[in-house]
């Protein structure tokens, strides 16, 4: 009986400790260069989280741009493809991690937007701006 009732409590704490939802975090980036602008929001847990980025092309002609090669470049990894602009100008992405590293709150974000022989290289900064990506 001491066996099974030992077995129960290392049981309840194996099962308490996986569902660790570990601390809330909602943190904001944003940048800017010549032709673009681009956000990153990372919502979540330091557990699970989920990174969305958006890139906007400030010009006038979106059609004209083609395909979009972006990397953006954080402490915890990386964010990176290729693709045409939507209609409006601008390029959602994003990504989902279970138990990887974290973006810092104060951390600055590289990012390098290649499109028609063109690079521009900016930095994202903390934003208290609410982003809705």
């Known amino acids: 009986m001491k066996k099974a009732f ?17 601390k809330s975090i909602n943190r904001n980036f944003k940048g800017e260069s010549e032709h673009w602008f681009v956000y990153y929001s990372v919502q979540g847990s330091t557990v699970n989280q989920i990174e969305k ?31 045409p602009l939507s209609e409006d100008g601008y390029i959602n992405t994003g990504k989902s991690s279970s138990g990887a590293a974290v973006v810092q709150k104060d951390e600055e974000i590289k990012a ?19 982003l809705d990506i």
């Open 53 to 83: 980025a958006r890139i906007i092309y400030k010009g006038s002609d979106a059609n004209m741009v083609g395909k979009v090669k972006y990397l953006l470049e954080t402490t915890a990894g990386e964010i990176g493809g290729e693709q």
């Open 112 to 130: 390098s937007i290649d499109w028609n022989g063109q690079v521009e290289n900016l930095t994202l900064k903390p934003s208290n701006e609410i």
């Open 6 to 22: 030992l077995c129960l409590i290392i049981f309840a704490l194996v099962i308490s400790g996986c569902a660790e939802k570990g």
